[in-house]
């Protein structure tokens, strides 16, 4: 079984802090995606990233950086929180290749006081 | 510029009966379309596809029609159960990249 795991479920920060959202996936996946959730808008691709030290922005990248410096592992930052960014924030990864079904860790929900 | 779109924000079935979740998309060019199933608190999981070279592909209980020419997709779950109550979601696919409709949330009642 794929397993991406997310590393918190909730977290509350401040506005202006700097913000770190952790993602892990067991399955050698080259690809690693960040979307967030918000009502009545979908899901929308903040940053994805296709292998190692790469990195392309999505469609609302403002705001946010990545950072993938191992195969397993891909961060989103937020450099200084705003509270236009609560939302709940979902990490997805898959193959390369023609099918790229998505495999979903459980979603951060953040908070921005 | 939505290129996806669910217009039904919410749909209530009563168990036992079909379910048709729609979606319509405006970009010809995509090839391949996923539908996700999300429960609260989790994240989404891959529920059914279909290649652009098809115009049904059927697995258990869900089947999935696409008209090419409508650029439209339906989904359809016979019968529907209480555990289907869910928030359902079509991703085209662009590249690499899945883009997602804003979803239709299914209430299945007894």
């Known amino acids: 079984d794929v397993k991406v795991t997310q590393s918190s479920r909730y977290l509350v920060k401040r506005t202006g802090e700097k913000v770190f959202l952790e993602c892990v996936q067991d399955?050698?996946?080259?690809?690693m995606f960040w979307y967030r959730q918000d009502p009545g808008l979908g899901l929308r691709l903040i940053y994805f990233?296709?292998?190692?030290?790469?990195?392309e922005k999505g469609d609302i990248p403002e705001g946010y950086s990545v950072s993938r410096e191992k195969k397993e592992r891909f961060s989103l930052i937020l450099e200084s929180a705003s509270t236009n960014q609560t939302s709940m924030y979902l990490c997805?990864?898959?193959?390369?290749?023609?099918?790229?079904?998505?495999?979903f860790g459980a979603g951060t929900r953040l908070s921005v006081l | 510029d939505q290129q996806v779109k669910q217009n039904s924000p919410s749909l209530s079935v009563q168990e036992g009966r079909i379910s048709i979740l729609n979606c319509d998309y405006t970009?010809?060019?995509?090839?391949?379309f996923l539908w996700y199933k999300k429960y609260p608190a989790e994240g989404p999981t891959f529920l059914i596809s279909?290649?652009?070279?098809?115009d049904k592909n059927e697995d258990g209980r869900f089947t999935v029609f696409l008209n090419k020419s409508a650029k439209h997709l339906s989904l359809h779950i016979v019968p529907s159960q209480p555990g289907d109550s869910a928030v359902y979601f079509c991703?085209?696919?662009?590249?690499?990249?899945?883009?997602f409709g804003t979803g239709t949330r299914l209430q299945v009642f007894p």
């Open positions: 970009n010809s060019m995509f090839d391949y």
């Open positions: 279909i290649s652009s070279i098809k």
């Open positions: 991703a085209p696919r662009d590249t690499d990249k899945l883009i």
């Open positions: 997805a990864s898959s193959l390369g290749g023609s099918r790229n079904i998505q495999y």
């Open positions: 399955m050698d996946h080259e690809n």
């Open positions: 990233s296709y292998d190692v030290k790469m990195k």
